[in-house]
């Protein structure tokens, strides 16, 4: 029997899988390959959205843990896996001192158990946050560590490791990563729209300045025009945390911003990027 191909994404909240690359989540699940997604932390140190719609619950993390899973059937992925870490907060908040926040465990500890995942799901490609965690959150970044490290250690285990039927290890590595051309040009944008691009997001702790800074070099761009139903309703299962998208979009045109949402970007972390840009993360994965 031929194993199906299998794509695991690593990162660090609950809805990061479905606000960042959910439509290629999407995608390869409607293709015919194994998803699974593996969140850092439980999301308890975020701030809500509409207060009424998790009031019932005991605790934030349990109202999220059952959005993500929502999401996940949104999605179509095989399986949404969980580390035991409470999320840390922005840089220099009191949230980052927990002792059981994401950045305040050694890092070693977090690669072992995300290449536990990788020995077991045996993913060929992996896709993560990227060296600036998109917006610079701490979690993110840590994230981004301890996967580029687990990645890079799940290889030479498989090379050694005959137990591992034939997988190779992961083949190939991404970062997401945003395309700054049109993202520099809203930042230039906005405050003719009356908008700060210095203070965004629900908790005004977005700096689109410093974002559209960060060179985030594209080495691939996934056409995922038509799973953004999918990605749109797995968004929405996140009711704590969604308040209807990024505002900045709306400065530009209708048709254009549809173009744009339908490309998912990414760096290529490894094999090192050859100077073309792939329209499939699965491209020469044997
Ligand atoms: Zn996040």
Redesign the pocket.
């Known amino acids: 029997m031929n194993k199906r191909s299998v794509l695991m994404g690593v990162?660090?909240?609950p809805?990061?899988e479905s606000f960042g690359p959910g439509g290629v989540l999407a995608r390869y699940a409607h293709e015919g390959a194994d998803v699974h997604v593996v969140i850092a932390t439980d999301g308890i140190a975020g701030s809500v959205a509409d207060p009424t719609a998790v009031a019932d619950h005991e605790t934030l993390a349990q109202a999220r843990s059952a959005e993500l899973a929502n999401a996940a059937v949104a999605l179509g992925v095989t399986a949404i896996w969980s580390l035991p870490y409470r999320d840390s907060g922005m840089r220099n908040t009191p949230a980052n001192q927990h002792p059981d926040a994401l950045v305040q465990q050694p890092l070693s500890q977090v690669v072992d158990q995300l290449l536990e995942y990788m020995l077991r799901l045996q993913p060929d490609v992996i896709i993560t946050h990227g060296p600036y965690g998109?917006y610079g959150?701490p979690?993110?970044i840590r994230v981004y560590e301890a996967t580029t490290a687990a990645f890079h250690r799940a290889r030479a285990e498989a090379a050694q490791n005959p137990a591992t039927n034939g997988w190779r290890g992961p083949q190939k590595l991404y970062y997401t990563a945003m395309d700054k051309r049109w993202l520099k040009f809203i930042v230039r944008l906005m405050p003719l729209y009356g908008q700060d691009p210095t203070a965004i997001g629900r908790n005004k702790d977005i700096n689109l300045v410093e974002i559209s800074r960060w060179e985030t070099p594209v080495h691939a761009r996934i056409d995922v025009g038509d799973y953004l139903v999918y990605k749109q309703a797995a968004s929405r299962a996140h009711i704590s945390q969604y308040s209807g998208g990024p505002g900045f979009w709306r400065i530009l045109p209708a048709p254009l911003v549809k173009r744009l949402r339908s490309m998912d970007t990414f760096s290529r972390a490894f094999p090192p990027p050859n100077g073309q840009v792939e329209s499939d993360l699965f491209a020469g994965v044997t």
């Open positions: 990162f660090a909240h809805d990061d998109g959150h979690d993110h």
